[in-house]
């Protein structure tokens, strides 16, 4: 398992910043576990649900540009 440490400080009110990277993909909601030595885990709960955008530059098809102009002439492309 690959891990990586980072430091951050905590402020006034108890936050601290988990890095961009670490979150992608995680839901809105995480698990804190303090253990009996005083150390914390923090766990994502779930991914957050799939967006349409997500989809984006994920799939490559070979179809002529003159296809888009036909809707129903396109979804048959698709479906070869």
């Known amino acids: 398992m690959d891990k990586e440490v980072v430091i951050k400080k905590i ?6 910043e988990i890095p961009e990277e670490w979150r992608k993909g995680w839901n809105d909601k995480v698990e804190l576990r303090k253990l009996p030595d005083g150390r914390v885990i923090i766990r994502p709960i779930g991914k957050r649900p799939m967006r349409l955008t997500d989809l984006f530059d994920s799939i490559e098809i070979d179809i002529p540009p003159e296809d888009f102009e036909d809707v129903h002439k ?3 492309r698709l479906l070869e």
């Not at 402020?11 to 601290?16: H, R, Y």
Request: proline letters at 0%.
């Open 11 to 16: 402020e006034k009110n108890g936050k601290i």
């Open 74 to 76: 396109l979804k048959r």
